[in-house]
């Protein structure tokens, strides 16, 4: 009997602290008073560069101190509709995508800055990279501040350059001639011209070299078009001349190998490059044309927004933007991620100039050469092109099914779109 | 007078039974309702909706269904075929060998070989890792330039980019992690099975492989049956394998119907969570109806 009522008080217990943990989990994202709960999807090598300038700024004594919540981008994203639409728990200050910010806004998910910005006369279109503040304002009201751009390029081997394409890269623009007459005469040695990587920035990059764009209207795709088959179809015919990497091939492998001159990738890939035997460089994406005015280098980027709450106070939005100034000028530790702050402040500093990736912002030419795709469905392009990217340049697909399909499954996502009706 | 006294006595003493019996089930109970009735419920009423997880879920009927089985010319109509029959192919192949593979590993184990303790645990630790460290493990076998496979067999073959290659190296990948959990239940079982049957059928000079068919898999078809209908529901759900060692590739061919659910909740574009809780439902549906039959035809006659 004994037994009994002590099992029965421990089943409760259980019972009991089952229900208290799950209390717990919900709340524990809620912020004190004095703190900005900040939410950012950096949890990868980033995030410690993130952590180290959230812990200075904090050193700084601020008014109100910064919490740093990084979350796993997919868990993240999953997040913000149900703490949002909640209303309790949602943080301060978020971490998003460019190519979100339009989808969150059609919604009214997003508080814009404009009262704000007034008594932060320094956070303006002047001391940032445009391509990166431009996107964040939306129908007259600014409803972003850009942390950084990070854009695709072609890292390259410096000694394989020098011994296959001497010259080339002269005017830092590599073009696919280049890259193909390289490629050609490297065959022989076993050597790979360039490697075929995420498809979606390289073909978004030469979709829009060819005229091309995503949308017209912003609403429509347009992706069924000659420049959409024209960047598909230079991928494959590259592929098929043998210039490129093969299928099934680890680029990054075959690069820290030496077997590879031109390797396109984004410049937050750099810190897997530290192991190479060989002097690298980084440069422009593979280009159709020489001339820097026509350049495009896919970007995206980090953008600072703040989610519907009514239990943000003034005091705290002040508190947001001490620490959005406050990086506006104290970005090195994020440029050393391998990232490019999207404030032009950092420009002055010449431990940033020594950086490779610091050749996307040097001059406001090369920064115009910059270009975020932030159609509000750039998911679902995304989406496509990640899984039927490959195949057409590996010869599994036909470019005509590539774009056609491109066309309709994007079009018929975007009918599921409630907010459209 | 005494007789009613006692009736009370033991009408209370069946009560506070009742409620201790509740309470001990109740943690199970609890966790059940949370993470799996709840869930379901909702999940198939959000079925029966068009939502994009921001805006209130609006009430469609039956259209999302009609969508998915009959609307020939829609994405979401062809995803689910690919998706579905993917997925049962997967099945096919891989149930089979997750069946038959730890089986043999037990029934040699069961021997008790030199250092047999060392092997089971060898056998066993797969299951304890997480999909995506195994598939970063065997996407290294499988590379074409550098991996053992190629090198060993002195080939090209781009494992995970062509056909049949790529359900083989699936498949290889699952089974090699999913060996331990049916081989630890098929030692258990066998440990089980009395010596005597086996000295008789030695008397009546029979020969290893009689004994296996005659004696051993008919004294532990229980275990087989329920490892069968578990594993069968486990594979039903691959996700983690078709999605980083292939990518669903090449050209869909490993695209299983969970990558397409997941993508089209939780994608990077604008959520169809409708869509994708009709395919759930679907997947779930099938996977009731597969695991009913496998049941009739398994279960021990008596």
Redesign the interface.
Request: charged share 20%; proline share 4%.
């Given at each position: 009997m004994k037994a009994n009522k002590m099992a029965k008080w421990l089943m409760m217990g259980v019972c009991a602290g089952l229900l208290v943990g799950c209390g717990n989990s919900s709340s524990s994202s809620g912020s004190s008073k004095n703190e900005i709960t900040f939410w950012n999807p950096f949890t990868g090598a980033d995030g410690s560069n993130m952590v180290a300038m959230i812990d200075a700024y904090n050193k700084t004594d601020p008014e109100y101190k910064i919490k740093n919540v990084s979350l796993k981008e997919g868990d993240m994203y999953a997040k913000i509709p149900t703490v949002v639409n909640s209303g309790k728990n949602i943080p301060d200050l978020t971490i998003v995508h460019a190519e979100r910010i339009k989808q969150y806004n059609d919604n009214g998910m997003l508080e814009s800055y404009d009262d704000l910005l007034g008594d932060y006369e320094n956070i303006n279109a002047d001391n940032y990279v445009a391509e990166a503040w431009n996107l964040g304002e939306l129908d007259g009201s600014r409803y972003s501040v850009p942390l950084d751009i990070h854009s695709w390029g072609t890292y390259y081997n410096k000694d394989l350059v020098e011994k296959y394409a001497p010259g080339a890269l002269d005017d830092n623009i590599l073009t696919f001639d280049e890259i193909k007459a390289a490629g050609e005469k490297a065959a022989a040695d076993d050597v790979r011209g360039m490697a075929v990587t995420w498809v979606k920035p390289n073909f978004l990059s030469l979709m829009k070299q060819y005229g091309g764009a995503l949308t017209e209207d912003g609403t429509e795709p347009t992706l069924d078009t000659q420049a959409s088959k024209d960047a598909i179809g230079l991928w494959k015919e590259m592929y098929d001349e043998g210039v490129t990497t093969k299928d099934g091939e680890d680029p990054t492998q075959l690069f820290l190998a030496g077997k590879l001159i031109f390797f396109p990738e984004g410049i937050w890939l750099q810190n897997n490059l530290k192991d190479a035997e060989f002097e690298w460089g980084l440069t422009n994406s593979p280009q159709l044309s020489d001339d820097l005015n026509e350049t495009v280098n896919w970007a995206s980027s980090h953008q600072f927004v703040r989610f519907n709450s009514e239990e943000r106070t003034d005091e705290k939005e002040k508190g947001i933007m001490d620490f959005l100034e406050w990086l506006r000028t104290n970005s090195l530790e994020w440029a050393k991620a391998g990232q490019n702050p999207a404030t032009l402040d950092i420009l002055n500093d010449e431990e940033y100039q020594e950086m490779p990736q610091s050749i996307f912002i040097s001059t406001p030419e090369q920064q115009a050469t910059l270009s975020i795709f932030d159609y509000k469905y750039n998911g679902y392009v995304a989406e496509y092109l990640d899984a039927h990217g490959f195949d057409t340049i590996f010869g599994k697909q036909e470019i005509d099914d590539f774009t056609s399909g491109m066309q309709k499954e994007v079009a018929d996502k975007i009918a599921k779109d409630s907010s459209n009706k | 007078m005494i007789t009613s006294m006692e009736k009370t006595k033991t009408a209370k003493k069946s009560t506070t039974k009742e409620?201790?019996a509740w309470?001990?089930v109740?943690?199970h109970l609890?966790?059940f309702a949370?993470f799996f009735l709840i869930p379901v419920v909702f999940g198939i009423y959000i079925s029966f909706t068009?939502?994009?997880?921001?805006?209130a879920p609006?009430f469609v009927g039956l259209d999302n269904y009609k969508e998915l089985f009959f609307n020939v010319d829609?994405?979401?109509y062809t995803q689910l075929r690919t998706g579905l029959t993917n997925t049962f192919i997967f099945v096919l192949c891989a149930v089979p060998f997750c069946i038959i593979v730890p089986l043999l590993l037990a029934a040699a184990l069961n021997t008790k070989p030199f250092l047999s303790k060392v092997f089971q645990s060898i056998f066993y630790m797969p299951s304890l890792f997480a999909i995506s460290a195994i598939v970063i493990i065997w996407t290294l076998v499988f590379?074409?330039?550098?991996g053992p496979i190629n090198s060993i067999f002195n080939t090209s073959t781009?494992?995970?980019?062509?056909q049949p290659y790529a359900w083989i190296a699936l498949v290889v990948v699952t089974v090699w992690w999913t060996i331990g959990g049916n081989m630890i239940i098929y030692q258990a079982a066998l440990n089980g099975i009395p010596k005597d049957y086996y000295e008789a059928a030695d008397i009546d000079g029979a020969t290893a492989v009689q004994k296996f068919f005659k004696i051993t898999l008919p004294s532990i078809r229980g275990q087989i049956l329920y490892t069968v209908v578990m594993t069968t529901i486990a594979q039903f759900n691959v996700y983690g394998q078709p999605l980083m060692l292939t990518?669903?590739?090449?050209?869909?061919s490993t695209?299983v119907l969970l990558m397409y659910i997941q993508?089209n909740a939780?994608?990077?574009?604008?959520?169809?969570a409708?869509?994708a809780s009709a395919m759930a439902v679907i997947l779930g549906v099938c996977i009731m109806i597969v695991s009913a039959i496998q049941f009739k035809f398994l279960r021990v006659k008596r």
């Amino acid at each position: 009997m004994k037994a009994n009522k002590m099992a029965k008080w421990l089943m409760m217990g259980v019972c009991a602290g089952l229900l208290v943990g799950c209390g717990n989990s919900s709340s524990s994202s809620g912020s004190s008073k004095n703190e900005i709960t900040f939410w950012n999807p950096f949890t990868g090598a980033d995030g410690s560069n993130m952590v180290a300038m959230i812990d200075a700024y904090n050193k700084t004594d601020p008014e109100y101190k910064i919490k740093n919540v990084s979350l796993k981008e997919g868990d993240m994203y999953a997040k913000i509709p149900t703490v949002v639409n909640s209303g309790k728990n949602i943080p301060d200050l978020t971490i998003v995508h460019a190519e979100r910010i339009k989808q969150y806004n059609d919604n009214g998910m997003l508080e814009s800055y404009d009262d704000l910005l007034g008594d932060y006369e320094n956070i303006n279109a002047d001391n940032y990279v445009a391509e990166a503040w431009n996107l964040g304002e939306l129908d007259g009201s600014r409803y972003s501040v850009p942390l950084d751009i990070h854009s695709w390029g072609t890292y390259y081997n410096k000694d394989l350059v020098e011994k296959y394409a001497p010259g080339a890269l002269d005017d830092n623009i590599l073009t696919f001639d280049e890259i193909k007459a390289a490629g050609e005469k490297a065959a022989a040695d076993d050597v790979r011209g360039m490697a075929v990587t995420w498809v979606k920035p390289n073909f978004l990059s030469l979709m829009k070299q060819y005229g091309g764009a995503l949308t017209e209207d912003g609403t429509e795709p347009t992706l069924d078009t000659q420049a959409s088959k024209d960047a598909i179809g230079l991928w494959k015919e590259m592929y098929d001349e043998g210039v490129t990497t093969k299928d099934g091939e680890d680029p990054t492998q075959l690069f820290l190998a030496g077997k590879l001159i031109f390797f396109p990738e984004g410049i937050w890939l750099q810190n897997n490059l530290k192991d190479a035997e060989f002097e690298w460089g980084l440069t422009n994406s593979p280009q159709l044309s020489d001339d820097l005015n026509e350049t495009v280098n896919w970007a995206s980027s980090h953008q600072f927004v703040r989610f519907n709450s009514e239990e943000r106070t003034d005091e705290k939005e002040k508190g947001i933007m001490d620490f959005l100034e406050w990086l506006r000028t104290n970005s090195l530790e994020w440029a050393k991620a391998g990232q490019n702050p999207a404030t032009l402040d950092i420009l002055n500093d010449e431990e940033y100039q020594e950086m490779p990736q610091s050749i996307f912002i040097s001059t406001p030419e090369q920064q115009a050469t910059l270009s975020i795709f932030d159609y509000k469905y750039n998911g679902y392009v995304a989406e496509y092109l990640d899984a039927h990217g490959f195949d057409t340049i590996f010869g599994k697909q036909e470019i005509d099914d590539f774009t056609s399909g491109m066309q309709k499954e994007v079009a018929d996502k975007i009918a599921k779109d409630s907010s459209n009706k | 007078m005494i007789t009613s006294m006692e009736k009370t006595k033991t009408a209370k003493k069946s009560t506070t039974k009742e409620w201790s019996a509740w309470l001990f089930v109740a943690p199970h109970l609890i966790i059940f309702a949370i993470f799996f009735l709840i869930p379901v419920v909702f999940g198939i009423y959000i079925s029966f909706t068009d939502w994009d997880l921001f805006n209130a879920p609006t009430f469609v009927g039956l259209d999302n269904y009609k969508e998915l089985f009959f609307n020939v010319d829609s994405t979401f109509y062809t995803q689910l075929r690919t998706g579905l029959t993917n997925t049962f192919i997967f099945v096919l192949c891989a149930v089979p060998f997750c069946i038959i593979v730890p089986l043999l590993l037990a029934a040699a184990l069961n021997t008790k070989p030199f250092l047999s303790k060392v092997f089971q645990s060898i056998f066993y630790m797969p299951s304890l890792f997480a999909i995506s460290a195994i598939v970063i493990i065997w996407t290294l076998v499988f590379n074409v330039n550098y991996g053992p496979i190629n090198s060993i067999f002195n080939t090209s073959t781009p494992w995970t980019g062509t056909q049949p290659y790529a359900w083989i190296a699936l498949v290889v990948v699952t089974v090699w992690w999913t060996i331990g959990g049916n081989m630890i239940i098929y030692q258990a079982a066998l440990n089980g099975i009395p010596k005597d049957y086996y000295e008789a059928a030695d008397i009546d000079g029979a020969t290893a492989v009689q004994k296996f068919f005659k004696i051993t898999l008919p004294s532990i078809r229980g275990q087989i049956l329920y490892t069968v209908v578990m594993t069968t529901i486990a594979q039903f759900n691959v996700y983690g394998q078709p999605l980083m060692l292939t990518g669903g590739g090449p050209n869909n061919s490993t695209r299983v119907l969970l990558m397409y659910i997941q993508q089209n909740a939780f994608g990077s574009g604008q959520s169809i969570a409708g869509i994708a809780s009709a395919m759930a439902v679907i997947l779930g549906v099938c996977i009731m109806i597969v695991s009913a039959i496998q049941f009739k035809f398994l279960r021990v006659k008596r």
